[in-house]
């Protein structure tokens, strides 16, 4: 069964440090990659995904992330973070022609200190 | 005007109870689902609905039963609440065709089971 892992389960920063979160994925087929963010006591949201083309695709609020088929990973970057990145970040995977298998990674807990 | 939209919000209730969450979707999205997210951020799936057909049915309970009316909604029911059941429910929804779109999320459903 594919599986989703997450590097880190909490990281800690401080603002404007750069930031790089971790995802790699068991599944040897073609996938859709996804990352959602989801902010203290909301909703999950979209931050970025990729399914074709650039391997370096870019999100919303200064977020990219980079596809490497090679190593299976998909890890996430921003090159200066904020206050406001504080929340909790999933990635997401699913079988490129099944769309209803979507496995989520464990999380990781981004808190930015002031 | 909200895509996803769960309600309740929070629901406290005792032991032994049964109670029910609502989600309707206005994406005309032909897929929802239910995840549970428990204490540890952790994201697992329950249920999924294709049509109103049950399309993916993970080991939860069947204290949990799923009812789909038509595709526009999702609601989940549970008998005999139990301590354990408390967790923040999410619904979702995608189009079945379109897995590079990822899912939309409601803002979920807090349950306290006290």
């Known amino acids: 069964a594919q599986s989703v892992s997450q590097h880190n389960h909490h990281v800690i920063l401080s603002e404007a440090a750069s930031l790089e979160l971790g995802c790699n994925y068991s599944y040897g087929g073609t996938v859709n990659l996804f990352w959602y963010v989801q902010y203290p006591g909301q909703h999950l949201q979209l931050l970025l995904k990729y399914f074709s083309g650039d391997p370096l695709v870019k999100g919303i609020k200064g977020f990219e992330a980079e596809f490497i088929k090679s190593k299976f990973s998909f890890n996430l970057r921003k090159p200066s973070v904020q206050w406001s990145d504080t929340a909790e970040y999933f990635c997401a995977v699913n079988l490129h022609n099944y769309g209803q298998n979507f496995v989520f990674g464990p999380g990781t807990r981004l808190s930015v200190l002031p | 005007d909200t895509a996803v939209s769960q309600t309740p919000k929070y629901l406290v209730t005792q032991m032994g109870n049964d109670k029910s969450i609502k989600c309707e979707q206005n994406?005309?999205?032909?897929?929802m689902y239910w995840y549970k997210q428990d204490s540890k951020k952790f994201l697992k799936i329950m249920f999924s609905y294709n049509n109103k057909e049950l399309i993916i049915n993970e080991t939860v309970p069947n204290r949990f039963s799923p009812k789909s009316p038509d595709k526009a909604h999702l609601n989940l029911h549970i008998n005999s609440l139990e301590l354990g059941d408390s967790a923040v429910y999410f619904c979702?929804?995608?189009?079945?065709?379109?897995?590079?779109?990822?899912?939309?999320f409601g803002s979920g459903t807090r349950l306290t089971v006290v």
């Open positions: 994406l005309g999205h032909d897929t």
């Open positions: 979702a929804s995608s189009q079945l065709d379109r897995p590079n779109y990822g899912y939309t």
